[in-house]
């Protein structure tokens, strides 16, 4: 068992939408103050913070990625996805959820106690 778990297809094709699960063990991401977020990283590159969703269900986009991405959330079952559409082959990377220890997020590891394994996304045709 662990805290998040990451799932999803791991090959999709140019143009088509990526989509992505986390399943949430470790709090409720309705009732929990926290940025429930999503990270990934590049081959040989360093992580990007894609985006987040408050407890509350406010989200928020990093501004490069922002038309293409959609954060949502199942609070029946303690979930909540990714959704980037137009992926590319840059987009391919694995792919994190994660819940930071306090108020803030972004592309630093360490704002960050909890993560899923992380699961690889790659886009080819």
């Known amino acids: 068992q662990v805290p998040l778990q990451e799932s999803g297809p791991g090959l999709v094709k140019p143009s088509q939408t990526l989509s992505l699960t986390c399943a949430v063990s470790?709090?409720?991401?309705?009732?929990?103050?926290?940025?429930w977020t999503w990270i990934r990283q590049p081959p040989g590159k360093g992580l990007q913070w894609i985006g987040a969703?408050?407890?509350?269900?406010?989200?928020y986009y990093n501004p490069s990625l922002k038309s293409r991405t959609s954060i949502s959330r199942d609070t029946s079952k303690n979930q909540f996805t990714l959704q980037l559409s137009s992926v590319t082959p840059e987009d391919t990377a694995v792919y994190y959820c994660?819940?930071?220890?306090?108020?803030?997020?972004?592309?630093?590891?360490?704002?960050?106690?909890?993560w899923g394994q992380g699961t690889q996304v790659t886009v080819s045709s």
């Open positions: 994660a819940a930071p220890g306090g108020s803030a997020f972004g592309s630093s590891r360490n704002l960050y106690d909890y």
């Open positions: 969703i408050y407890y509350s269900g406010t989200t």
């Open positions: 470790a709090g409720s991401i309705t009732t929990d103050y926290s940025y």
